[in-house]
């Protein structure tokens, strides 16, 4: 990823959480996953002055919205994974991944049983994302990305 410092400052952090819940189809939204059950989502705006992307994880079920990265729109190259949790070492948990490269179809995050929730790469923006709640704070889940020949592998932000 770049390592330009993304302009935090100049970002209107209120509206990319405003689009954070808006719908799929709605201006600025670039793309957006959600958990199986819709309790949880992550979602890839524009913000109108910039141009950056701002990555807004949503956990509808604990009332939170956060802005939780900001993106260069210009890189060919990301790979970005994470959590976020209403209050610190206290579930639910939301682990995310998202990844903008030629060479991958999507990305993947689970637990230890099997359950995964899986992102497909959009054909329009090139951004696959996803996202996985976990109910308590310390299950372990993992993160992965496909292969062009269809296999998965440890997600790595290098």
């Known amino acids: ?41 992550i979602t890839l705006t524009t913000d109108a002055q910039t141009g950056w992307h701002a990555l807004v994880l949503s956990d509808l079920s604990a009332a939170s919205v956060t802005v939780a990265a900001l993106l260069d729109p210009d890189e060919a190259r990301v790979r970005l994974s994470g959590s976020i949790a209403p209050r610190p070492s206290e579930g639910p948990r939301v682990h995310y991944a998202v ?8 990305v993947r995050v689970g637990s230890e049983d099997g359950h995964w929730e899986v992102g497909a790469a959009s054909t329009v923006s090139g951004w696959a994302l996803t996202c996985f709640r976990a109910e308590e704070f310390l299950d372990p889940v993992r993160t992965e990305i496909s292969t062009p020949d269809g296999r998965w592998e440890p997600f790595s932000e290098h």
Do not use: Q, Y
């Open 1 to 41: 990823m770049t390592v330009n410092d993304p302009p935090w400052d100049r970002i209107d952090l209120e509206e990319a959480a405003r689009l954070g819940l808006a719908e799929a189809d709605t201006p600025g939204v670039v793309a957006r996953a959600r958990t199986a059950d819709g309790s949880s989502s």
């Open 99 to 106: 990844a903008r490269t030629t060479e991958h179809l999507e």
